[in-house]
């Protein structure tokens, strides 16, 4: 019986529920409805324009646009209106600076013929002139151009040399290494690097005390008497 009970109260609920969105959709129905006759019905007035006579912007308000304001604008209107525009023609034209700049920039766009002619002339003499100096430097770097050959094939030789005797030091000295120490060493060993420091300290002992004897035997010698002249 409880069950039965409990069913017939869920029942009532749903359909309670049921007509209360039923009366909300006709609300909301009837206020689109009277929004739309609203809207239909609206007269707005009709704005005070005055499409007969043309427009003329009044440059002390401060409402009329900066552009409109301009000497530009002025020559637009009284192109399209003419003397209907109010604005004095006198107005229009440039001033003094004005027509000085139109004049300066005809001159270097649109120059007379004699000028062009003048500054082609002087275009053609400068580019002559530009093209025989290349000419000149180029003859001379060919005139020197043996020299060069000579100069570069010289020091060519010379590396070469230099790299083979080079070559030929520090396998002589990887020799004397082999025999002072009974084995081979790697030329960045300590012990080679060592090696090689007291030779150079050597040879230079020895170059110089061959240098001191020669000056000793250049002073001992005598002094050769000048041959006489025959009489």
């Not at 094939?153 to 082999?178: G, I, M, Q, V």
């Not at 230079?204 to 006489?228: D, G, S, V």
Request: a positive charge; charged letters at 35%.
């Amino acid at each position: 019986m409880a069950v039965s009970m409990l069913c017939r109260r869920t029942a009532m609920l749903c359909r309670t529920l049921k007509g209360l969105s039923c009366s909300k959709t006709v609300l909301s129905a009837d206020s689109q409805s009277g929004l739309l006759l609203q809207t239909a019905s609206y007269n707005p007035r009709p704005l005070k324009l005055n499409l007969r006579g043309p427009y003329i912007p009044d440059k002390d308000s401060e409402k009329t646009p900066e552009w409109q304001k301009t000497g530009r604008y002025d020559r637009k209107l009284f192109g399209r209106y003419g003397s209907a525009s109010g604005i004095d023609p006198a107005s229009l034209w440039p001033s003094h600076e004005q027509l000085d700049k139109i004049v300066a920039e005809e001159n270097e766009w649109h120059p007379p013929l004699e000028v062009m002619l003048r500054n082609i002339e002087a275009r053609e003499k400068e580019e002559t002139g530009k093209r025989l100096a290349k000419e000149k430097l180029i003859a001379a770097n060919m005139a020197k151009m043996p020299k060069m050959i000579a100069d570069w094939r010289r020091e060519k030789r010379d590396t070469k040399s230099k790299l083979k005797e080079e070559k030929a030091r520090r396998a002589k000295l990887l020799a004397e290494a082999r025999e002072r120490f009974g084995y081979a060493v790697d030329p960045r060993s300590p012990k080679f690097l060592e090696m090689v420091a007291e030779l150079e300290k050597e040879d230079k002992k020895k170059k110089k005390l061959m240098k001191r004897r020669l000056k000793e035997e250049q002073a001992a010698a005598p002094a050769t008497p000048p041959a006489a002249s025959s009489s």
